[in-house]
């Protein structure tokens, strides 16, 4: 690889603050941001599967995030990744304007398969395409990374594969974790980089937990593109064999609310591997 990494970041809208604070240390540090493929949320087939997956709530909470007021975790406590903006001393912000800003190629697209993106992949070969959301990957888009596609898993793999994994990971009994590997055909069987529990502290919510991991994430996706492993992992052996989890119904999110409110699933201590 050369000295200076070159990335694609993708995102799942254009105000994705965690994209936005990690583009811009990767930068800072060095590195080149070859591209962002942002996925409109102006789509209807997507926002169709959106609602499907996660209720209609989804659109009430939603919106106010596509707009950037994203308000909703810091009436309720703690935020990780505000306080990570304010180590680093970034602004999150639009990606659009921040792409025009520093000349980085911006591309919005109705899917993150379609061929403008698949396109922009194959022509720049970047050594990294960082994913920041925007839907389930397909085969050509892999294809064109060559397997070089890091994902922040926000829970251990492979025993809890899919949707809501921080959640999870509480209810059936592991640790909080934040898994950093690669997207590969499968869902969440690409091979491990490293590992990240996330803990679980005194008044924590479901939404601070969430943030928290998010937050460990970026920290976890800097430290990967600029210290990247000798040699890619290997695919998951049978990691079709654990289970995929999907979204939570209200009433298993409520009860797991309780508990944390109750303070059941608090940590004791807290160690990364790579």
């Known amino acids: 690889m050369k000295d200076e990494p070159r990335v694609i970041l993708t995102a799942g809208f254009d105000r994705a603050p965690h994209v936005s604070i990690l583009a811009q240390a990767l930068q800072q540090r060095g590195c080149r941001i070859e591209g962002l493929i942002v996925v409109s949320p102006y789509n209807w087939k997507r926002l169709r599967g959106l609602i499907r997956q996660r209720g209609g709530s989804f659109v009430r909470t939603a919106i106010p995030r596509l707009l ?17 903006m304010e180590e680093w001393g970034l602004r999150a912000g639009s990606l659009r304007a921040w792409a025009r800003k520093t000349n980085v190629t911006y591309r919005m697209v109705s899917s993150i398969n379609e061929s403008e993106a698949v396109e ?5 070969q970047p050594d990294w395409v960082v994913y920041g959301g925007g839907g389930i990957l397909r085969e050509a888009i892999i294809d ?7 994902n922040a898993h926000s829970g251990p793999l492979p025993e809890i594969r899919g949707m809501n994994a921080c959640e999870w990971s509480l209810l059936l009994g592991y640790a909080p974790t934040v898994t950093i590997h690669l997207i590969n055909r499968g869902i969440d069987t690409g091979g491990v980089i490293s590992t990240h529990p996330v803990p679980v502290r005194p008044g924590d919510t479901i939404e601070t937990l969430r943030r928290r991991c998010v937050a460990m994430g970026v920290r976890a996706l800097l430290e990967t593109v600029l210290h990247p492993p000798a040699s890619l992992p290997p695919p998951l052996q049978h990691a079709e064999q654990h289970r995929q989890c999907f979204v939570m119904a209200p009433a298993i999110k409520e009860l797991l609310a309780r508990r944390l409110a109750q303070g059941q699933y608090l940590s004791t201590s807290n160690t990364s591997t790579a």
């Open 68 to 84: 950037g007021a994203d308000t909703e975790v810091a009436e309720e406590g703690t935020d990780d990744l505000a306080e990570l």
């Open 120 to 124: 922009l992949v194959r022509e720049k």
């Open 144 to 150: 064109a990374a060559r397997g070089r596609i890091l």
